[in-house]
């Protein structure tokens, strides 16, 4: 095979294939989905007035990503629940229902991750809510050791103050276990610094919990 | 087969054979390409230090958190993405850059002309991903894998790539010889397809996103073409090169190298798709990456046969020669670990692999035994003919190969048998989940064991190079080649 | 290479002969003698391929064609199993066991905080194990899962004080069945041995309890169903 032209056009094409067949049919495929309604007329359009889903998240749960991203989370988490049957996903609880494409799109930058050093987050919400889940989330992030002994995720103390309780403690400083090993000196408390804050709003908002044309929660 | 030093002959008869004119000509390639080849491997060899000491931090911190738990430089998504870049980036492109380009320069039996371009580019490489580490430790990572490097670093280094690439290319058009080996098909190809990856994947993904999981899709077409387009066929250029130049035998079949390079570029690009399977993309694009993931077990056969029936009966020189015994190890791993990856993509293996440590084995498996392992063996010859010097120390060098040959075996079988385990335990709701991280902890410790012979030959590796390059008085181009058995006869370099 | 080409040498202007010319003879030696002793440029042998390697990739294309076709969801953006069909007509899957049903739903969402023993971490989450909060009376414990706990309490002679979430409408929204079933289960596992929780039962304290936004606190818990 000694022709140039005849080898670059083997070589171009090669590539062109792939190129064409799954990033340009893809996005031209699922490339322009947008939130709808969980179920579709019998004409298969969305239904007056209901929710469209996806939802977008609120600002602050944006910014909490921002952190998610800094941190690398990703690295040791994935996004993505396997349907029923394949691989024991939905059998953790970690969803009711295989995630698909639409889930995704009204996210900047997708985090579909490929390991599960940890769990699955991909609806990690619908696990820990409210100011329950908040507290959690900054127990565990402070230092893991604290309510998931054993566990190999790093701390993150560094995203919480540790400071000198004034005239009453903050109402955001975290609850330790009392005489815990990992709670502060006398006298003084740890509290969120607001990347802390942002970051747990962000893992309260991640939510599968509604159903899609594409994907019925049975 | 050498015979005693032959007499130099006067200046106005040049060569005496045709043999001599031959081996002039690859002189006066070698002599031209030098400083380029040589700062290209000086790069390489540095980012591979720098990314051994990244592994072996992110190594322990998997198995005891606390380690450098205290500041969020140090903390872990950081650190695994730093070692990443840096190898594959700074070890493994800049020595791409080094054996691949004097391999095609030979080939192509051209002198480099502009060779202060070339160096210019590679100096802006190793700028820009020196920008771009230090971008990840600040925090500026982008958490898009295999794209870790903040995008205020990554236009210099696609403007970098593309020159040193077309310097490569233009090399090829202007090649002298009829005959077009099959190294430089694998290495003219490679040149084109990174580029073309790169920046699709970088306007895709981090300048021009699309929508949602069309990034997935778009990161997996890219980060394994750098393993399929990029790594691979440099490696088997360089594995193409070396085999029959050390043994002095041809390759076995041109036939089954023409079949193995166009299986290779037709299937291997599809493939990426099997990093999601299961994942919320439409199914027919994980069934064309499986389908593309399997059939790569034809180039891969192709390309084991011809392999082995040009070493066969050959093992006394595989095992003498520094560079054999590397590129064979290599070219045996390739097999290995591209038969693996073929199974891997079956849905039914995947569901026990997936997003397990089994993966993280299998990648080492194929950037450090058979694309690492190959171009050690590249270093190993391309040297004393850049530098008219033999290698110092024999001792080093096996102490380089055992390292590494035993370092890379303990870490595959730690990380894959226990991520065979994990991930069997995790479709097992039954199991906690923290229990399941809990029998990851040994494996784990193995693997940061291995890294220690990792890091032993890395290091007897440099100080052998380093004492090459700068102790010119002390080390002289013998009799014979630095050889790892001792023999009398004179024989394969 | 034809013969022509190998004496052509490379340009007797190009650095390499004048580097050679400005040696010394010995260095000279050991450099020629290097230059020498490489063997010849590789060059391809011709061997077929073997048929035999022909037939079996044959063999593979024919499995991938087929394994396309079969899963490939009709190449639908909407189909993400390949075992797509939607025309098919799905079972029903056959009712889990109400102890199952509880077992799954404390192992996902209670073991993380009650821990998968059931005794909590000392100072943050009560204990369930030999907790008459647990074995007592069945509506109070049904109001703590609908509505949620907030504020201090006393578990087994210890204090805590923290939140626990809501798991009925205003909350994590479990269904009846299932508050029922992880109830009954953890009024029977660890040694704790009092009455499982019936669905209808939990059905009636839905009704009941299920608009109420505001989480309970212990005070109110005791004096509407004093401890036993």
Known sequence: ?218 | MSQAPQSIKPAETLYSSPNEAVRAELSAIDASIRSAALFFVITAISWLMIGTVFALIAAFKAHTPDFLGGTEWFTFGRVRSIHLNAMALGWATNIIFAVGLWIMARLCRSEIQHKGLLLIAGVFWNIGLTVGIFGIFFGDITSVEWLEIPTYATPLLAVSYSLIGVWGILAFRFRKGEHVYVSQWYILAALFWFPWLYIVAQFMILWFPVRGVVQSVTNWWFAHNVLGLWFTPMALATAYYLIPKVLGRPIYSYYLSVLGFWALALFYNWAGIHHLIGGPIPVWLISAGIVASVMMVIPVIVVGVNHHMSVVWMHKEVWRSPTLRFVVFGAISYTLVSLIGSAMALRSVNEITHFTHFTVGHAHHGVYAFFTMIMFGGVYYMMPRLLKREWPSAGLIKLHFWGCAIGITIMIVALQVGGWIQGLEMNNAEIPFLEVVQNTVPWLQARSVSGLFLTVGHIAFAINFFWMLFAAGAVRAKQGPTLLVETSEEGAA | MSQDEHNKGPDPDSKASLETAGMQDERMQDVHAQLMREKNEPEEGFSPVPIFLLFAFAALCFWGGVYLVEYSGDFDKNAFSPYYDPGAFVEPPPPIPLAEVGAKIYRNQCAQCHQATGQGVTGVYPPLVASAWVTGSEERLARILVNGLNGPIVVAGNNYNGNMPAFGPNGLNLKPREIAGVLSYIRQEWGNAAAEISEEAMDGYMDQYGSRSAPWNAEELLADFPME
């Not at chain 1, 929710?51 to 989370?73: D, N, W």
């Not at chain 1, 579909?112 to 820990?128: E, H, I, K, S, Y």
């Open chain 1, 1 to 218: 095979m000694k022709n140039l032209p005849l080898l670059f056009c083997g070589i171009f094409f090669a590539l062109a294939f792939s190129f064409t067949g799954l990033i340009l049919s893809s996005n031209l495929q699922i490339g322009d989905l947008t939130p709808t309604t969980e179920r579709l007329d019998e004409d298969g359009n969305q239904l007056e007035g209901e929710t469209l889903y996806p939802l977008k998240s609120p600002g602050i749960a944006q910014q909490g990503k921002q952190v998610y991203i800094e941190m690398g989370c990703i690295y040791c988490h994935s996004q993505q629940i396997r349907r029923e049957g394949f691989g024991a996903d939905i059998d953790r609880g970690w969803g009711a229902r295989q995630t698909v494409a639409r889930d995704y799109v009204l996210q900047e930058r997708v985090l579909l991750g490929t390991m599960r050093t940890g769990p699955d987050l991909a609806n990690v919400g619908g696990r820990f809510a409210g100011q329950a889940g908040r507290d959690w989330h900054h127990l565990h992030l402070f230092n893991p050791q604290i309510v998931s002994k054993g566990s190999t995720m790093p701390p993150f103390a560094f995203l919480y103050d540790t400071q000198l309780i004034g005239d009453s403690p903050s109402k955001d400083a975290l609850s330790f276990p009392p005489a815990s090993e990992y709670g502060p000196e006398e006298g003084y408390e740890v509290i969120p610094t607001e990347r802390a804050t942002a970051l747990v709003e962000y893992l309260l908002n991640l939510k599968v919990d509604y159903s899609l044309p594409e994907a019925i929660i049975p």
